[in-house]
């Protein structure tokens, strides 16, 4: 890899090295004609396949004149299937059972924290009694924080506890899919009776079918019908249901008619957790790995949970292939190029929502302790709404994430602030002004 590195330097400008090649780790694995080099992530791994892969092989074709070699772009957490850091129940992540359910995503190996904690207890009773607590189950968060494992473990385990019960789960996008082929095929009568002859419907990430109609339409229908039968309908969204944008009002009413529920951001002390449990499944035969490994790469992936899971793998990869030990300096090297862009996205993100709160209490002349304080003086709340409203509207996070900024508040507080003032704004000329001289001052301190 070397080799090839160096003769690529001849081709390419230092910046695409800088930008692709310089973030590869070399892997000493070598099987079956393949030698694995691992891209730091998808965008890299298909920039290379795309434009650099032809080239790679041709020189790897004139190092090992004899033995056809090529190489073989992966993602860490692809390679780990192959290596002995992992048992035969691997496997069972590739085993679905009806529809689309995967038996590896259960209720056991789902970690519960204050985050998830209340999402999860209902999960289990609507799994205990199917059709009966709360229909449909919607379950909203953002992305990576196991809407779609929670739901997959109510199928499973139903699934388990009842054979004959069918249960389908699809994702959005397909059932977009499914109804447009059905239409091209005409072949309503199969989808009809696929749809209707379900006892469990999980329909997964309901945001993609904003701007498709028809298909909401039709699923308007199928939810009609199933419900009518109280078959369960669960169903997972990035948002709560009133916020859905372009979802029919039909649809989204009966989905608030339901029970929603939300999982937040893990803590540090989840995420330890998290992690402690992959590791007993993921890797079995690495024991006691030290806590301040773990803690340490919890504290660095800290808003996603697959991201957090991809993090681990990759150390382990990184620490079996090479054959050395699990440390903080050796995690610290294994996930070096994560570490690196996450640090820079935290910096600016962090730093300009920090700005926003400092520019609102500069110019209200309050602390920006109090701006995110408990006291609820208008003197501080206002400066506090319009800040919320400001970073809600130039990032356009999750409420609850703003809440968090805001000495953890929740996502409705955050919600109604936001929406105060926008509506304040419609007629209050005075704020119109306060916020725009604001708006400029923040400008002017990004720059
Ligand atoms: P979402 O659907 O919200 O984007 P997923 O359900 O796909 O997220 O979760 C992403 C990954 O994180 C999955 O591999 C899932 O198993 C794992 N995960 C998320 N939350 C937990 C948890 N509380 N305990 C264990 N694993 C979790
Ligand atoms: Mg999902």
Same mark, same amino acid.
């Given at each position: 890899w070397q080799q090839v590195?160096?003769?690529? *330097?001849?081709?390419?400008?230092?910046?695409?090295?800088?930008?692709?090649?310089?973030?590869?780790?070399?892997?000493?694995?070598?099987?079956?004609?393949?030698?694995?080099?691992?891209?730091?992530?998808?965008?890299? !791994?298909?920039?290379?396949?795309?434009?650099?892969?032809g080239r790679i092989n041709h020189i790897a074709s004139t190092i090992y004149k004899k033995e056809l070699v090529k190489f073989k772009f992966v993602l860490a957490e692809e390679l780990i299937g192959e290596t002995s850091l992992v048992g035969p129940e691997k496997n069972l992540e590739h085993k679905y059972r009806h529809g689309d359910l995967n038996a590896t995503l259960s209720f056991d190996n789902f970690v519960v924290g204050k985050s998830?904690?209340?999402?999860?207890?209902?999960?289990? !009773?609507?799994? /205990?009694?199917?059709?009966?607590?709360?229909?449909?189950?919607?379950? +909203?968060?953002d992305v990576g924080l196991g809407k779609t494992h929670l739901m997959q473990a109510i199928g499973n385990y139903i699934a388990d506890n009842d054979i004959t019960k069918n249960i389908l789960y699809i994702k959005a996008s397909a059932f977009i899919e499914e109804f447009a082929n059905q239409l091209k095929n005409q072949t309503i009568d199969e989808f009809n009776e696929k749809y209707r002859d379900v006892d469990v419907l999980l329909i997964d990430d309901i945001q #993609?079918?904003?701007?498709?109609? !028809?298909? $909401? #339409?039709?699923?308007?229908?199928?939810?009609? +019908?199933?419900?009518? $039968?109280?078959?369960?309908?669960?169903?997972? @969204? /990035?948002?709560?249901?009133?916020?859905?944008?372009?979802? #029919?009002?039909?649809?989204? =009413?009966?989905f608030e008619?339901?029970?929603l529920v939300d999982i937040g951001v893990p803590d540090l002390e989840h995420r330890v957790e998290i992690l402690r449990k992959k590791l007993t499944t993921e890797a079995p035969d690495v024991n006691d790995l030290d806590l301040n490994v773990l803690e340490f790469i919890a504290s660095y992936f800290n808003t996603n949970v697959r991201e957090l899971e991809g993090a681990l793998k990759r150390v382990l990869?990184?620490?079996?292939?090479?054959?050395? /030990?699990?440390?903080?300096?050796?995690?610290?090297?294994?996930?070096? @190029?994560?570490?690196?862009?996450?640090?820079?996205?935290?910096?600016?993100?962090?730093?300009?929502?920090?700005?926003?709160?400092?520019?609102?209490?500069?110019?209200?002349?309050? @602390?920006? *302790?109090?701006?995110?304080?408990?006291?609820?003086? @208008?003197?501080?709340?206002?400066?506090?709404?319009?800040? #919320?409203?400001?970073?809600?509207?130039?990032?356009?996070?999750?409420?609850?994430?703003?809440? =968090?900024?805001?000495g953890n508040r929740d996502h409705s507080t955050v919600l109604a602030a936001c929406e105060k003032i926008e509506n304040e704004l419609k007629h209050n000329n005075e704020m119109k002004i306060a916020v725009d001289t604001i708006l400029k001052k923040i400008e002017k301190y990004s720059n």
């Open positions: 590195l160096s003769s690529l *330097h001849e081709f390419y400008s230092e910046d695409i090295f800088d930008e692709i090649f310089s973030q590869l780790s070399n892997v000493k694995k070598h099987s079956g004609g393949y030698i694995y080099v691992i891209a730091p992530n998808p965008y890299t !791994k298909s920039r290379i396949e795309r434009l650099y892969l998830n904690r209340f999402a999860f207890q209902m999960a289990l !009773k609507v799994a /205990d009694q199917p059709g009966v607590v709360a229909n449909p189950f919607y379950i +909203f968060g #993609m079918m904003s701007g498709a109609p !028809k298909t $909401q #339409m039709e699923f308007f229908k199928v939810f009609d +019908f199933l419900t009518q $039968q109280n078959k369960q309908i669960v169903i997972t @969204s /990035d948002k709560p249901a009133s916020e859905l944008k372009n979802i #029919m009002s039909r649809l989204t =009413s009966r008619q339901g029970l990869f990184y620490c079996v292939t090479n054959n050395i /030990d699990i440390s903080i300096d050796t995690a610290t090297e294994a996930l070096d @190029s994560l570490i690196k862009t996450r640090k820079k996205t935290a910096a600016l993100t962090e730093n300009n929502y920090d700005k926003i709160q400092s520019v609102v209490s500069d110019y209200y002349a309050i @602390s920006v *302790h109090d701006l995110i304080g408990k006291r609820r003086n @208008s003197k501080y709340t206002l400066p506090r709404h319009i800040a #919320m409203y400001l970073i809600k509207n130039k990032y356009n996070i999750a409420y609850k994430t703003i809440g =968090s900024l805001f």
